[in-house]
C-alpha cells in the first residue's frame, strides 16, 4: 500500500476536528530552529528558549526524515502553549502517538522526562496541583503515563509498561484512552492497560507557563522528578478520539517502513472497515 502523509487539513472540515497537534520536527513549512509548526489546525505551535540555549535541534535520525533531538545536559526543550484543545478529554477519549529514541546503549536511561502538559509539584511520584498529564521513563526503566484527575494533586493514574525499555533504538508509543480503559501499544502491540473512569485536571488555576505542554521536559523551575530527556523525538500527535489496535497497527507499519502517514481523522466509527488506495 501506498500511505500518504498524516495531513488533518485535506479531510477534516469546519466543524470535525479530530487532530489536536501533530508536530513532525522536520524543519520545514516556515520551521526554524526556535520555531516548531503544528500540522493540526489548532495551530498549537511550539517554541524553544535560543536565548538560554534551550532548544533541541533537528536531527537526521528519525523515523520519518527529521526528529528533534534533546540533549538534557543543555537543558532542551519545546514549550506549546496551554490550550483546551491539548486537555484530552473533549470526546471523552484521546489517542496520543510519538516516536523516540533515548541515547543510552543497553537499557535506557532511568528517570527521564518526555512530554508533561502543567507542572508536577512532586519531585517523587510527578504528581501536582498543576499537572494534566505526563510521559516519563521511570527510575525502573519502564514507560510511565499519568493522568493527574483532580486540582488538589492528590489522584493520580499511572499507566506503566510491562517491562523496562531498551535504550539507542526507536520505540513507536502509542496511548488510547475510549472512555472506560487506558491502554498502553509499544511497536504495535498492546503493552498494558488500566481502567479509568476519571477526567484530566485542566490546571486552569496555574500559570500559562505552568499549564504549558513541554516536550522533552518539564517547566525550568519546575519539580521534574528526574532529568528532561536525552535522545530523538519525532512525529507527536494527539487525537481527541481513541485509535482501535488494528488503526494503532497501521500507524506504526506506515512509519516503520519508512513510507508516509495514512490520515485517520476520516474516521467517524472507528471501528468500522475503510477503503485505502494501493
Not at 66 to 95: C, M, P, R
Amino acid at each position: 500500500k501506498n500511505y500518504q502523509r498524516f495531513n488533518p487539513a485535506d479531510v477534516e472540515s469546519a466543524t470535525k476536528n479530530v487532530t489536536m497537534l501533530l508536530l513532525h520536527f522536520e524543519n520545514n513549512s516556515g520551521e526554524n530552529d526556535t520555531f516548531y509548526r503544528d500540522f493540526s489546525r489548532t495551530s498549537n505551535n511550539g517554541s524553544c528558549n535560543a536565548a538560554s540555549s534551550l532548544c533541541p535541534y533537528h536531527n537526521s535520525t528519525a523515523v520519518l526524515n527529521e526528529s528533534a533531538y534533546f540533549d538534557e545536559v543543555a537543558q532542551d526543550e519545546i514549550k506549546v502553549g496551554d490550550n483546551n484543545t491539548l486537555d484530552l478529554f473533549l470526546n471523552n477519549s484521546f489517542t496520543i502517538s510519538l516516536w523516540f529514541r533515548g541515547l543510552q546503549a543497553g537499557l535506557i536511561q532511568p528517570d527521564m522526562s518526555i512530554f508533561t502538559k502543567g507542572t508536577p509539584t512532586d519531585p517523587i511520584t510527578g504528581a501536582g496541583a498543576v499537572l494534566s498529564y505526563s510521559l516519563w521513563v521511570d527510575v525502573n526503566r519502564k514507560l510511565s503515563f499519568k493522568l493527574q484527575n483532580d486540582s488538589s494533586g492528590t489522584s493520580t493514574k499511572e499507566l506503566l509498561s510491562s517491562s523496562a525499555l531498551n535504550g539507542a533504538i526507536f520505540y513507536h508509543a502509542v496511548i488510547t484512552y475510549d472512555g472506560s480503559i487506558l491502554r498502553l501499544y509499544l511497536n504495535s502491540r498492546e503493552n498494558n492497560s488500566v481502567a479509568y473512569t476519571g477526567g484530566v485536571n485542566t490546571n486552569d488555576a496555574g500559570t500559562p507557563d505552568s499549564r504549558a505542554l513541554y516536550v522533552g521536559g518539564c517547566p525550568t523551575g519546575g519539580a521534574c522528578p528526574g532529568i528532561k530527556f536525552s535522545g530523538n523525538i519525532d512525529e507527536l500527535l494527539i487525537l481527541n478520539i481513541s485509535l482501535t489496535q488494528e488503526k494503532v497497527r497501521e500507524l506504526y507499519e506506515s512509519s516503520r517502513l519508512d513510507l508516509l502517514y495514512r490520515d485517520f481523522t476520516t474516521a467517524t466509527n472507528i471501528t468500522a472497515e475503510y477503503n485505502y488506495t494501493s
